[in-house]
């Protein structure tokens, strides 16, 4: 009897440790899986926190590609125009005497080679707004438009070496090229008052930057308490990117959007984003900036 109940013994002993070691399995087995879940799910949420992270990225290094694209074009045309001008230059040359028909053309050459580089220095400065608001620093597009600058510069210079040429071997043209020239300062002149017109200005950033850059300020309330951020008189205009109204039909925030501080119509602008960053979509620029050429964004953070 003693015997068989050493060996239950020994068997409830051994059962009992059994028992022992699969509960302790069992806990290791659910502290594992627990562990093992845990870890899924902080790696789900890296993964999902790095997903959006390079699809911001990807957003970013589009709208780079796409500026840089469209710089190289602007390039590429005013090029095109510069060697027009050239072929218009030599036929004037070649054509420059006397006659009515020969002053005739060569007005016609030169009001043809004014229109060009009034269109190669808008896009000119087009190109330097584009890379201003878009925040970029990039040296070779910043020597490829002085490069440009200084071409554009030395043309001028050309243009009224060969006015002048013009003018001393044909007596009837030197009357014709200063009234021409008169003209094409009048219309140089209504361009500027144009893009003046059209010029905006935006900035986007935290209430903190906002203010601290002098931007926005708070009106109304009582003790600082209440109250709302208005437009600062005489703003820090350095802090706003300027460009043509009619160019900006889209703007990034690369944030959430909180507020925006100045007046636009809501029926010209649409907002669209996704649980990271927003971007405001200008459906009708002129409304939009019918009522301030200013905007002003705030967004949750940068």
Not at 126 to 155: D, F, R, V, Y
């Amino acid at each position: 009897m003693q015997y068989k109940f050493y060996i239950c013994n020994i068997q409830l002993t051994h059962t009992l440790k059994m028992k022992k070691y699969l509960l302790a399995a069992a806990l290791f087995s659910t502290l594992f899986a627990c562990h093992n879940k845990d870890v899924e799910m902080q790696q789900a949420t890296q993964l999902k926190s790095v997903r959006e992270h390079d699809s911001l990225l990807g957003l970013k290094s589009q709208a780079q590609d796409s500026t840089i694209t469209a710089y190289i074009k602007s390039f590429n045309d005013i090029q095109d125009n510069l060697d027009s001008i050239k072929g218009k230059a030599k036929i004037m040359t070649m054509s420059s005497g006397e006659g009515t028909d020969k002053k005739a053309t060569i007005l016609s050459d030169m009001r043809y080679i004014s229109q060009i580089m009034m269109k190669n220095k808008a896009e000119l400065e087009q190109m330097k707004k584009k890379l201003s608001s878009s925040g970029m620093k990039n040296a070779e597009l910043e020597k490829m438009i002085a490069h440009l600058t200084e071409e554009l510069t030395e043309k001028d210079a050309d243009i009224a070496s060969l006015q002048s040429q013009l003018a001393e071997t044909n007596a009837n043209l030197k009357t014709e090229i200063k009234k021409f020239n008169d003209s094409m300062d009048v219309i140089s002149h209504q361009h500027v008052v144009i893009a003046e017109q059209n010029t905006i200005y935006y900035a986007i950033g935290t209430t903190k930057e906002l203010k601290n850059k002098g931007v926005i300020m708070k009106e109304g309330g009582v003790l600082g308490v209440g109250g709302t951020e208005t437009l600062k008189p005489n703003t820090n205009t350095s802090y706003f990117t300027s460009a043509d109204m009619y160019s900006v039909k889209a703007l990034p925030l690369f944030s959430k959007l909180d507020k925006i501080i100045t007046s636009h119509p809501s029926g010209s602008y649409t907002i669209h984003g996704d649980k990271k960053a927003d971007s405001i979509i200008i459906t009708d620029q002129k409304m939009f900036w019918s009522e301030s050429k200013y905007l002003v964004i705030v967004v949750k953070q940068r």
